[in-house]
């Protein structure tokens, strides 16, 4: 592999991020939005409120004809921008329009299809250029990324991989080798939506995480409100929220997005022990 | 497996890619996975992987154990009804350009259709897993049928995942499968097709992997799915080479399947990759006709992709989006295709060509009328691939009489009892005020 070194290791957006919310002695918060839903200019102004608000970083996720790790919620949302006409060019639009207004690391979160069939490339230097901070692969583990590696370390992206309850010790510790910026920890063996309770299992893949060396892991999946946050927070480096927040904007539009945010970041403090 | 060593008779002299590879040693019948060529791998949630990998191991072992082995041959023989005959189709020949025509009655397995092979051989590694309960997706039925087929047989729970516009069309299959006890849950997100209710299958067993096993029903998906499916399925191509040999004496110089997912194709396939005198050909659903977009010819005219944990050929729009595929026959209607075939394909061993619902047809009705066997309209395809494949070798053969020396080996994967209102439509057989009219005109099996 012939690659170019543009970012000096610890440059990573998504790390830098997560380390000033640590600063603040807090976990960070990490919000997810669908791009185009319920347009492409929602999605920008929601994610500008996202971070206005208190998240720390952001996710863009790009609709998909066939996303096997979301639920139903993020289903129908990401379904409707498609029949709007949402195309996967218009996310470099929507990061371009958050990261100019906010500080907030702008990560997308795709399926990789789409990736491949811009060119893997193309896509990372589109997205670099717009001040995306990198990307969460649900569907893309690191055996068969070496094209994203290549790419992500030319154009100075962050490769944030999933590591499940499921994961042994051997894949975590490749997932943890070949990630940067931070490691997303699924918190329960199923797929997105609001859930009661946080699985225990969360606490454990953290410290399996840790164990293998991983310096920023940050949790998610069934996260909706301000108790599960504070939950987390007492463990992890950041706390991930998407489906309360897609029917936040759903219900309510920006300022729903902006009055839940709010609330959730009541519970990224950590209580002294 | 013993291979019969006979004299081939030369078929041209290409000196493609194919004849180097053969004659480099190499076997393509050795294909273990998780690639083929640069198709394959796994695009996988990482919450899966630890079960591919436990699958991926059972199987591996199961294949080294002869207790194993020898469980699967028993249900062959005495469930399913292996082996399936290989029927000469002489008067349908005639309309074939002369040549000889045999057909691999995958039809008369138990269930109807190949499929058979493939969830008994799966049902076993998952008791062996110390699995409790099986899903499945499935677009018209049968492999959902199947599936709890092998479920009642060995007392496993099952869940199959059906698209919600399926389940009203195939009513009667979704009977069947609740009469064998499964349960079917219809899918209304998405496009509500087969693609969808692999979706939701692949959600379900990320919730429940610890106790499930996702029993997919065709040669594609993540590893080990393609390479496993594909041995479940070898048993048609070994069958197959040992009857025309028996029945022949020689090699055929072309083997017809279906392709949709591909796994009838996959499994008889294999007994004829490493004969470089036989051309192997797949037949895809050519729909509506290529040019009008509504088909299911994935390789004609599909981009390579990743999509339900492979990479292989995929119908895709501009911006990797999955397109939907169209085919009379439901069993072929899928936009991907199983890696192997991508690769197959690239390496030019084995030719993808697109059949039209028209064609296919046709060629279900010359079946019927000629040999008194109804075809499923999946296998259909193959049929009417197999009458252009011997045109064109009898044309090679060139002076009258020649042709007959020519043998065409097709894969009759399934009965056509489930298509017969579809046909009946078709062929405009219905009485306009019938109830089977009103039933057949949502495509509902009589």
Redesign the interface.
Same mark, same amino acid.
């Given at each position: 592999m012939n690659h170019v070194e543009l970012t000096p290791q610890g440059a990573s957006k998504s790390a830098a991020a997560i380390d000033r919310a640590k600063a603040q002695g807090r976990a960070a918060l990490i919000g997810y939005l669908p791009a185009g839903y319920p347009s492409v200019e929602a999605t920008i102004a929601a994610g500008i409120a996202l971070a206005e608000n208190g998240a720390d970083l952001i996710e863009i996720g790009i609709p998909?004809? +066939? !996303?096997? /790790?979301d639920?139903?919620v993020i289903?129908?949302a990401t379904?409707e921008a498609?029949a709007k006409g949402f195309?996967?060019k218009q996310v470099f639009d929507v990061v371009r329009g958050i990261t100019s207004k906010t500080d907030a690391a702008v990560l997308v979160m795709t399926y990789?299809?789409?990736?491949?069939? /811009?060119g893997v490339d193309e896509f990372s230097r589109q997205l670099a250029d717009a001040g995306g901070a990198g990307l969460i692969t !649900? +569907?893309?583990?690191p +055996?068969?990324a070496s094209e994203w590696m290549a790419a992500s370390d030319k154009y100075g992206l962050d490769r944030v991989?999933?590591?499940? !309850?499921?994961?042994?010790p051997e894949?975590m510790k490749r997932?943890v080798e070949a990630s940067r910026g931070f490691v997303y920890a699924?918190s329960i /063996?199923?797929?997105t939506g609001a859930r009661t309770s946080v699985s225990s299992a969360a606490k454990d893949v953290v410290a399996a995480a840790r164990a293998a060396g991983a310096e920023h892991v940050c949790v998610g999946l069934g996260v909706s409100n301000a108790e599960q946050v504070r939950e987390i927070a007492a463990y992890a480096d950041g706390v991930i929220v998407g489906t309360a927040l897609v029917v936040a904007i759903g219900d309510g539009g920006v300022d729903a997005v902006a009055s839940l945010t709010k609330d959730l970041s009541t519970g990224l403090t950590r209580e002294e022990a | 497996m013993v291979r019969l060593m006979v004299d081939a008779p030369a078929a041209g002299s290409d000196e493609s890619a194919v004849d180097a590879f053969l004659q480099g040693g190499e076997s393509l019948r050795h294909a273990p996975g998780p690639y083929f060529g640069s198709y394959g791998g796994r695009w996988m949630p990482e919450s899966l992987i630890a079960a591919l990998d436990e699958l991926e191991d059972t199987f591996e072992k199961a294949k080294a154990d002869p207790e194993f082995t020898a469980q699967i041959a028993e249900l062959n023989k005495n469930y399913s009804g292996r082996p399936s005959l290989l029927t000469e189709a002489k008067r349908f020949a005639e309309h074939a350009g002369g040549v000889r025509i045999f057909l691999k009655r995958e039809d008369l397995n138990h269930t109807g259709s190949h499929k058979i092979n493939n969830v008994l051989g799966q049902a076993l590694l998952a008791k062996r897993m110390g699995k409790t309960r099986v899903i499945a997706e499935t677009g018209a039925g049968q492999h959902g049928v199947a599936s709890a087929t092998a479920a009642a047989l060995m007392g496993l729970e099952c869940v199959v995942y059906m698209g919600a516009e399926d389940c009203r069309r195939q009513a009667l299959n979704v009977a069947r499968m609740e009469l064998l006890g499964a349960t079917v849950i219809p899918v209304t997100n998405g496009s509500q097709t087969l693609k969808d209710a692999i979706n939701e299958a692949l959600r379900d067993w990320v919730a429940n992997v610890d106790t499930t096993h996702y029993l997919l029903g065709t040669a594609a998906g993540a590893h080990p799915f393609p390479a496993m499916v594909r041995y479940f399925h070898e048993v048609i191509g070994e069958e197959a080479r040992a009857q025309i040999l028996e029945q022949t004496g020689r090699l055929p110089d072309a083997v017809c399947a279906c392709i949709g997912g591909g796994s009838n194709a996959i499994g008889i396939f294999h007994g004829f990759l490493d004969d470089p005198s036989v051309k192997i050909y797949g037949f895809e659903a050519g729909g509506e006709g290529v040019e009008t977009g509504r088909h299911a010819a994935t390789i004609t005219l599909g981009k390579p992709g990743v999509l339900h944990g492979a990479r292989s050929y995929l119908m895709q729009d501009d911006d990797g989006q999955t397109i939907e595929s169209h085919s009379i026959s439901a069993g072929l209607d899928y936009p991907g295709v199983g890696p192997e075939h991508s690769y197959l394909a690239d390496i030019g061993r084995v030719s993808y060509e697109p059949i039209t619902d028209s064609e296919a047809m046709d060629a279900f009705r010359l079946l019927c009328r000629t040999e008194g066997i109804i075809p499923a309209i999946e296998s259909a395809h193959a049929l009417a691939g197999a009458i252009k494949v011997g045109q064109r070798l009898a044309a090679e053969a060139g002076a009258a009489g020649k042709a007959a020396d020519k043998i065409v080996l097709v894969n009759l994967s399934g009965r056509g009892d489930k298509d017969v209102a579809t046909a009946a439509e078709w062929f405009d057989l219905l009485d306009k005020d019938s109830p089977e009219h009103e039933i057949a005109k949502e495509g509902e099996q009589l």
């Open positions: 998909y004809s +066939d !996303p096997v /790790m639920g139903l289903q129908a379904t498609l195309h996967v990789w299809n789409p990736v491949v069939r /811009m !649900p +569907d893309l583990i +055996d068969e991989f999933l590591v499940a !309850p499921s994961s042994s894949r997932t699924v /063996m199923g797929v | -």
